[in-house]
Structures are given as C-alpha cells and as structure tokens.
C-alpha cells in the first residue's frame, strides 16, 4: 500500500520536525498477527502541538511506543515503516544512536506519574539521572538542573522537593516531576501518552496550563496522546484521529470540531455528554471495536457506520483531501450525496 | 447541620452519617487520629430521580456509597430507606431489604466472579431471594439479557468473553434480577470509552423511565453527571458543600469549590473561550482537614476573611432548592455581627465568575 503518497494534511512549508511514514507494528500473538499499528502516516512540525486521538484499542498508544522503538516481542515494527527525526530514519540507527535520542531529542510522559517515577530513589536524583545519563557535565551539575527544573514547572521550593521520594508528593506534583524529567534535556518532541487521565479535573487543569505554557516558553513540539476530545479541543493545533490502526481523519482542531467528516469522528462528538448542554439522549456508536487480530474487510468502520454501503465493505478507503489541511478515510468524500441517504443518522439510532 | 430539601417523601433519607477511619499507630496499634472520610452528609434521594454525587478523589463519595449499602458501618448517622433506618436492622432484615437496593460497580472486570457464567450470575439474586425457580428463573435471566441488550445465549459463556460495555451490561441485568427501586451506581461508566459510555448511560436511563428506579450516581465526570442527573450534590473533604438541580448547579454555582471545579472541565469546543478559576495546592488530608470552611485555604472568593477559618459554614438554602455551603455568599443564616465576632473583615458580597451565558 502506498501510503507515502498520502495526500498533505500540513501546509508543507517547512519540513517537519517528526514524519512518520507508513507505520506498520504488528504483535505474533496465539490469536493471530495483531495489526494494532497498519500504515500510519503523519508530520508533526517544530513547536506544534498535534493531537493523537481514539478509544481503546485503536493504536495511539503502540504509535507512540514505536516512535521510541519500545516495543518489545512478540511486537515487532515491520520493515517499509519510517520514522523521519532530526534527519535520520529511527527504524534504521543502532541502539545506542537510539538511547541518545531517548529523553533528550524525543521524551515521553506516561500515563501514570506513581509507575512512571521509581519509588526508591528521590525524585532530585531521578530527574539528574536522565541529565547525567546524557554526559551533561558531573553530578553537582546534573542536581542543580534537576532542581532548576522542578521550578520551572512550578513546583513550590524545589531545592527541598528534590529531595522527596515520589510517595511523599500529590498525584498533580507527581505529573509535574515526571513532565520535568521530561523537559530536563530540552527536548524537540516531548510524547504525552494521556498525561493527565490519571489525575482530578482540577488537577489536570493546572498540568494542562502547564503544558501549554512550557510549550511556548520553551518552543517544544507536543505529540498528545489522549481519548478525551475536551482535552484535546483546549490543547493541541491539529488533530489525528485513529480507528482501527490507521488515520481516519486529520485536520486543524477548528476544523475537526466544526466539520468533523469521517463518520467515527462524528459518533465521537456526538456521543460525549457536554456541560452546558441540552439534556437529549446520547447518539451511540453501535458495537464495539474490533480486536486488531482481524479488522473487518474494505472500510475497518464500516460495521459500526450508519452510512456505510456496498463499497464500504469491498473498498478499503485511502486518505481523501476534504480541504486545505483536511483528510479523511471515507469514501463519502467520493460520492458526499450518500450521506444524505443514511436512513439512520447516529442522532436517532437508540441503543440496541 | 441543616437537614437537606423536605417534601414529598423520599425514597431514601441519608441523615448527619459520619464514617471515620482510624489512624492505627505504634506496635498496639493504637488509634491516634482519625480520616474524617465522610463528616456529617445529609441528602435525599426522591422516588424515580437520579441524585448524582461528585467531587475528586478522596472527597468521601465512593464511602457515602458504600455506607449506605452497609457494606461498611457508619460511625454515625442515620440511612432511612422506604422509612426503615437501614443501619438499624439486624442482618437478616438488612438482607432481605438489600433487595431493593441494589448497586452497579464501576469496574466490570472485577465485579463479576470469572468462575461463575452470566447465566449464574444473573441468576443469583432471583435464587437467593426466592423470586423464581427452575425453567422459570432461566427465563428471567433471558428476559433480563434482552432487556439490557445482550443476547439470551450469552447466558452461557463467562465474564471474560465480553468487552467492558458489556459486563456493564450484565452488572446493570444482575442488579435489576431482584426488582430494586434504588440502585447505588458507583462511577459505573468512568471504566468505559466514550462511544460505549452513551450506550449505557442510554439504558441507564431507559430502564429509569420503564421502571421508575431511583439512582444515586456517584462519579467525578462532571459531564456525565449533568447529563444523567436531576439533582447534584457535590463533595468536598467529607461534606456536601453544594446540593442542587442539575440545570441550576451547572449554570449557577454558588460555592467557591464548585465554581472552580465545573471551570475546570474541559470544553471540547475549541471556539469557546472561558474563564477558569485555576485553584492552586493540593486538597488537604482528611485525617486533618482545615478548620471552619474545610475550602477555605484555596478559596478565591473576594470576601474571604478570618471568620471563614473559624466558622463552620451550614448547609443553607440560597435560592429556592439550591443549597450551599458559605457563609460569604449571601443569602447567609450566618449573621455579619457573627461573623465580625470570629475575625470577618469582609461584608458577604455575590461572586459568580463562572456563571454561563442561556444557551
């Protein structure tokens, strides 16, 4: 499949800091090839913030794990795939070229700030362990960094929190030591694997406020991974949305939240219960998704879609270009009066 | 403590409960200290209505739960269920009311048992109170499969087999098997993704139409609540510090932690711009909440002063059926002479920065 020729989704005037080109992970599990990763395509440019979004089981969280090359067997990331960063191919450098570029070019922030830290060590020396591990200078050096950072985002006297172990702080101060240890290296690309889906909504305000403002303090890019459209809506530039290992929708945040065109993407918005809102029932998205050992055949949406026909079953979709910086992996780009026909528009269909 | 909103005869009455856990320390464990997990709760729950309980981690909402079910005891207080004080009765008479009450869990991967099939799970409750026997009770639990929307021969296959939206599906069947008028519904959608979360929030609220039930739905998902709740109460440390319509609370709130809570939810409309009341610091330890207003030390209301260190603000009725807890948003049962007498500096003046525009 051809997915380098993927139509722009970015206004291509500069290269892009990060592009991935055809991603392919596949797990060798008992059940089967898992395709959870089947030919992603995406840029994410110098300090843009770009948003990963889907429900379990779509892919974004392996897409970000093989951006790192951390997967581990049975996965594997197939040959063909690209990972284009700082000018080289990931896939292709060795594995110490790769630790080089772990937690220093490219940084990732997990999900869970209590694994994510290490319980035996303070947080101080954790952060100067990702500084000395780069060969940035000696150990005073590396702690006074360390500390620096801890300021930076915004913990309250850093020089005595650095010497706290990860048990002695809050979920909200355990999420910021983890996003410092991030930053330490000043990164280009900093990953956010659901930062803040751990944490209360008041708390993930103050991480969210955070982010941004480190983003434009410090003109890191941000690749956020998350299922929660509010999130993403308040966040990020652009967005990607997956659905069965593949982009199935991708445009700037205005524009996927005002004219959503992939019929998945559309069931999302719908589907989520808004404050402020009219208290109608809720559109559903009818059945679950798929396991990744067999993806239905031509359009992996298709069983779900409210819209779909026989082409939808036969044909797989490519990427069509809706509008400037707009694609979508729906053949309702090629014939849209069919969306007109749908005898069950999400809105009515009750749940089964 | 104020007693919660009066007429017509509830359903279920929760009256001052307390639950402390001790703080259990040196080699005879003695207790030295206590979390005040929930901290004197009053609330009704109507027949046919949905109350739903918020508040962030730790507030003591999960416990309110639980308390109410008697899965743990109160250390105080008072549960009035169709008139009965639950937390009186001995254990058969708690059993055979627990069918009415009935509770939905929110993690479907560990709330049903892996050895038992959904048949048998959902036949358990029918068996144990003796509602049905036999060919009967197989029929039952096929009817009540359909109803939640899951085929009769699931019946025969077990837990693991099903994809989180349906195990909910068959802890939403095994709850109703008993005919409850009340379930507790502990986050029973926060395990769940969104397109699969509407499912059930949809059959939540179809079987409240078809069969009248009262829900307590405690969840910290601000969103969810607005959209399945008629009324609200919201948690903090222990106390229920705002009770009110769903409609009034989300468009009017009038305690200071509300506000900055329902500004922190993240709208997914990328145009909208809105004020946020960002709160700063970390919620306090139960085990040694703050004195007077448990919020004071974050609270940004514009008269906050020494009185709201000092007293401990009611319950009260600000508008008609919209209760909160502050003494320094007015209308206040709490007198300005009182509060001059514990330190106030500050005359009680309106605050609402959060207030939303009519849709």
Redesign the interface.
Known sequence: MAESSRPAATAASSAPLLSVRDLRTYFYTENGVAKSVNGVSFDVGAGETVGLVGESGCGKSVTALSLLRLIRPPGRIEAGSKILFDGRDLITIDESAMRAVRGARIAMVFQEPMTALNPVFTVGDQIAEVVRVHGDGGRRDAWDRAVKMLETVGIASPAQRANDYPHQLSGGMRQRVVIAMALVMNPALVIADEPTTALDVTIQAQILELLRDLQQRLGTSILLITHDLGVVAETVSRVIVMYGGEVVEEASVNELFSAAHHPYTEGLLNAMPRVGHERERLATIPGTVPPPTSWPSGCRFHDRCPYAWERCVSEHPPLYQIGAGHISRCHLAAEPERRLKAHEPFATKASP | MTSAPVPPRPLLAVRDLKKYFPIKSGMFGRASGAVRAVDGVSFDVFPAETLGLVG??GCGKSTTGRVILRLIEPTAGEVHFDGQDLLKLDGASMRKIRRKIQVIFQDPFSSLNPRMTVGAIVREGLVIHKLAEGAAADARVRQLLDEV?LRAEYASRFPHEF????RQRIGIARALAVEPSFIVCDEPVSAL???????V???M??LQRDRGLAYLFIA?D???V???ADRVAVMYLGKIVELAG?ADL??EPLMPYTQ????????????TKKT?V??TG?VPSPANPPSGCVFHPRCQHPAKDAACAAIVPPLEEKAPGHWAACIKQPPTGVEWSQQQAAGGTKQPTRYLPVV?SP?
């Open positions: 962030e981690s929307g994809s989180g939206g349906q993704d969104v397109s699969v979360q509407a499912q929030i949809n059959l609220q179809d910290h601000l969103s969810v607005e959209h399945i769903a989300y468009r900055a809570l329902l500004s922190a939810v993240p709208v997914p409309d990328p145009t946020r960002v709160l970390d939303a849709a």
